[in-house]
């Protein structure tokens, strides 16, 4: 999904594909500066809302590069609170 609730784990799944070889490098930046991860499936937390430009880049076997990019949408946690009497 392209718009998540910010403290949770966000799964991102690649989707690349390649007509000859092999995918075999995956360059993930969250767009939040905490941002290299190299994992082809990895899970990612937004720890503040707002939206972020979240870039993977995918190189195949014979090292030709691809770019995407999705903006990620982040919601702000509610603050709960309740009083008693």
């Known amino acids: 999904s392209t718009s998540v609730c910010g403290g949770l784990a966000t799964q991102f799944t690649d989707t690349s594909t390649t007509s000859l070889g092999s995918i075999t490098t ?48 982040v919601f702000y946690k509610p603050s709960s609170s309740f009083t008693s009497s």
């Open 26 to 73: 995956w360059n993930y930046n969250f767009g939040d500066n905490n941002t290299l991860n190299i994992l082809q499936n990895p899970t990612h937390v937004y720890d503040s809302g707002g939206t972020y430009i979240a870039t993977l880049i995918v190189t195949n076997s014979f090292g030709c590069l691809d770019t995407t990019t999705k903006n990620i949408s």
